[in-house]
T-cell receptor, first 112, second 112 residues
């Protein structure tokens, strides 16, 4: 069985500060890992994905994530938060690329 | 290039009724997955269609059924609606063998 745990349902950062959103996964096989962003009343947009290539993955809008097998983690970071980053962020895991298992999400607030 | 499109945007139904939601995948994609996202939760996998057949199914009752057409578009049908079926229904498309899903804007279903 696969699952995703996102620590912190709400995260607040100041504009210009580091963004760190945490994701830990459980998978019996080497996983595929994803981060999605959801703006209010919209669908999910893919930020980045890990599919067993480089462990440090760069995505859109300056976000990146590092796959750490020993810690079963795939935390999302961005060096400097922007007001437009305020949204809901979801981590997801899949073993086959078919069924995705999503975390419960982290709401990011950026304080001006 | 149009992305994933869904219709309708919003829908209000009464308990016990039936509903059909529609999805057109991104150009070049042949696989469609459906997810249910309750308020404040992450998306939950309902099922996936490929080559007009249900390939994988999540933990949802038989009241939830679907169909995929030769042009790869898909429908989600829900019978005997319950209040708990109120949610955002998301369609995601992908290309077989590629491990990323692109999401539509969703259909907001309210059951009264």
């Amino acid at each position: 069985a696969q699952s995703v745990t996102q620590l912190g349902s709400h995260v607040s950062v100041s504009e210009g500060a580091l963004v760190l959103l945490r994701c830990n996964y459980s998978s019996s096989v080497p996983p595929y890992l994803f981060w999605y962003v959801q703006y209010p009343n919209q669908g999910l947009q893919l930020l980045l994905k890990y599919t067993s290539a480089a462990t440090l993955v760069k995505g859109i809008n300056g976000f990146e994530a590092e796959f750490k097998k020993s810690e079963t983690s795939f935390h999302l970071t961005k060096p400097s938060a922007h007001m437009s980053d305020a949204a809901e962020y979801f981590c997801a895991v899949s073993d086959t690329g078919n069924q995705f298992y999503f975390g419960t999400g982290t709401s990011l607030t950026v304080i001006p | 290039d149009a992305g994933v499109t869904q219709s309708p945007t919003h829908l209000i139904k009464t308990r016990g009724q039936q509903v059909t939601l529609r999805c057109s995948p991104k150009s070049g994609h042949d696989t469609v997955s459906w997810y249910q996202q309750a308020l404040g939760q992450g998306p939950q996998f309902i099922f996936q269609y490929y080559e007009e057949e249900e390939r994988q199914r999540g933990n949802f009752p038989d009241r939830f059924s679907g169909h995929q057409f030769p042009n790869y578009s898909s429908e989600l049908n829900v019978n005997a609606l319950l209040l708990g079926d109120s949610a955002l229904y998301l369609c995601a498309s992908s290309r077989q063998g590629l491990y990323e899903q692109y999401f539509g804007p969703g259909t907001r279903l309210t059951v009264t």
